[in-house]
Every structure is written in structure tokens, then in C-alpha cells.
């Protein structure tokens, strides 16, 4: 199945309360979405996996499900994105900042269908505090590929209809919790390209005292690309990272 029929068919599903019994319903809708998150919505619908990353999901079907919140809400500084940082003492991404999110456990259902999004909103209560029933889920973008750690992860999108207090829940997973104003992630003054000692390169953000690189930079990265928010920036301007990172 390819992976339009895959996100529809979990769109579908959500949408509807079909699926197994156990999943539950779940509700995947753009009504009453403010104006400005349109363009996210307008591009996930459209959106290819190539378009968002160079690493997708083994064709074999290997690797480690899981699914991410990409939370979008308005605070005193207008958009802004929930982040969270993880712990320095994890052995996957230790330290890196990133959207709240984790592997599917099995009552979270099928991850073909709506299994990412009870796991993007399960993942987020456990790490943020995060109240799910203040979360209009209002799209999923094709799966993608974490080599390092070997996660096929959804990306799933949300809008925080209703604002919920947040914070670290457990010191040993998450460092802290913060909201980057979408202003502040699309100022070319706060953009540079991240450069590993391995080679690789790829966009970052310096926001709210946190370097956000990665999967996690490249994710917003291209949602600020397609939803037509992105402003020149300094392409040439690096960001050195070490071995630990």
C-alpha cells in the first residue's frame, strides 16, 4: 500500500472510530483551524516522504514504529511549537531537543492506522504533562527514518485548541519542556546549518536557548518550507557539533 493510501486509511480510521474495537476513536479534522495553520494542513495532505527527508523507511519493513506531536498553539508571542529537551542521560538522542513522541506500544493499535496518533498523544501526556483532550489532531505526514536509532517514525500534527500547563514529568527522560514561537524558528538571524564530525549536515534552529537539529530540525525545517513561511537565510553560517552529539 502505498503511503497516501496509508496516511488516508489512518486518517479514515481516526476520522470515523473504525479498527479494531481496542483502538478506540480517534478524530482527525481541519475544522475550526485558525488561518495561519492552513498551510500546514494544505501541505500535509500533499506532501511526499522524499520532500521531508532523504532517509525513509526501509522497504523491508525492518525498524522501531513510533510517532511524534508536532503541537502548534498561540502563546503571548503568537504560533509557537511545543519542544521538549531530553535527558543528557538517555542512550538514544541524549540532550536533544525535540517534538514529544516515542516508540508504539501495543494497545496503541495498529500503526498503519491509528496507532501513531494514540502513540504521538500517549508519548506527550508521559514526557509534557500534556492534556490530550485539549488536542485537535489535524493531520499526519509520511513516515521517515532515524538511521542512528532506527525508528520509523509518523510524524502527527496538532493544534492546541486548549492550552494545558506542561513541564518535565520524569527528570530521567526529559530535561525540560518549552514552546518556540514560530517567529522566532522562521527569523533568518536564527537559522544556521548544523555540522556533524561524520560529514553530515543539516538545518538548525537556535531558539529558547536550545540548539534544535536533527530529525527534529529537519521536520520543521520543511514545514516552514511548504507551508510558505520560510525567509532567506544564511545558508553558509555553521554550527559545529562534537562526537557526544
Do not use: C, K
Not at 91 to 104: I, N, T
Not at 176 to 185: G, I, M
Amino acid at each position: 500500500m502505498a503511503h497516501a493510501q496509508r496516511t488516508r486509511a489512518a486518517t479514515d480510521a481516526a476520522t470515523t472510530g473504525t479498527g479494531a474495537p481496542h483502538e478506540g476513536a480517534l478524530t482527525v479534522t481541519t475544522e475550526g483551524l485558525p488561518a495561519w495553520l492552513e498551510p500546514v494542513a494544505r501541505a500535509a495532505r500533499t506532501v511526499r516522504a522524499q520532500q521531508l527527508s532523504r532517509f525513509l523507511p526501509p522497504e523491508s519493513g525492518a525498524g522501531r514504529q513510533s510517532a511524534v506531536l508536532i503541537l502548534f498553539g498561540e502563546g503571548e508571542r503568537g504560533p509557537e511549537l511545543l519542544l521538549m529537551e531530553r535527558s543528557g542521560t538517555l542512550r538514544s538522542h541524549a540532550g536533544q531537543p525535540s517534538f514529544p513522541g516515542g516508540s508504539l506500544d501495543p494497545e496503541d493499535g495498529d500503526h498503519l492506522t491509528t496507532g501513531p496518533l494514540r502513540a504521538a498523544l500517549r508519548e506527550a501526556e508521559e514526557e509534557t504533562g500534556l492534556d490530550p483532550s485539549g488536542v485537535q489532531l489535524f493531520g499526519v505526514l509520511p513516515r521517515l527514518y532515524i538511521p542512528v536509532s532506527s525508528f520509523v517514525v509518523t510524524p502527527v500534527l496538532g493544534w492546541w485548541r486548549t492550552p494545558s500547563p506542561v513541564g518535565a514529568v520524569d527528570p530521567a527522560e526529559t530535561a525540560r519542556v518549552f514552546t518556540a514561537p514560530v517567529a522566532d524558528l522562521t527569523d533568518p538571524a536564527n537559522r544556521a546549518t548544523a555540522v556533524h564530525p561524520s560529514g553530515h549536515e543539516g538545518p538548525a534552529f537556535l531558539v529558547e536557548s536550545a540548539l534544535v537539529w536533527g530529525f527534529t530540525a529537519g521536520v520543521i525545517d520543511r514545514i516552514v518550507h511548504y507551508a510558505g513561511w520560510e525567509r532567506p537565510w544564511d545558508r553558509t553560517r555553521q554550527v559545529p557539533l562534537d562526537w557526544r552529539a
